[in-house]
C-alpha cells in the first residue's frame, strides 16, 4: 500500500514547510509541483509537505 504524497498534502491542510527558514506557507499542491511555491520569507523554493499537527491551541 503505497501512500501517495499528493493525497497527504491535501490532508494536511496544504501546509508547506520551507526547508531553508521553515517558514509555513499555504499553497496549492499543484504549486508547489510547478514551482511557483516561493517562500514568503526567504524567496527560497523548496518545501516539504507540513505532517501531523499537534492538535491547534485555538
Ligand atoms: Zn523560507
Not at 520551507?18 to 499543484?30: E, F, G, L, Q, Y
Not at 526567504?42 to 491551541?57: L, M, W
Amino acid at each position: 500500500m503505497a501512500r501517495i504524497p499528493e493525497a497527504e498534502a491535501r490532508l494536511f491542510h496544504r501546509k508547506w514547510v520551507c526547508r531553508k527558514c521553515k517558514t509555513i506557507n499555504k499553497a496549492d499542491i499543484s504549486k508547489v509541483r510547478t514551482g511557483k511555491l516561493i517562500c514568503k520569507k526567504c524567496g527560497n523554493k523548496h518545501f516539504r509537505i507540513k505532517r501531523k499537527e499537534k492538535k491547534a491551541v485555538a
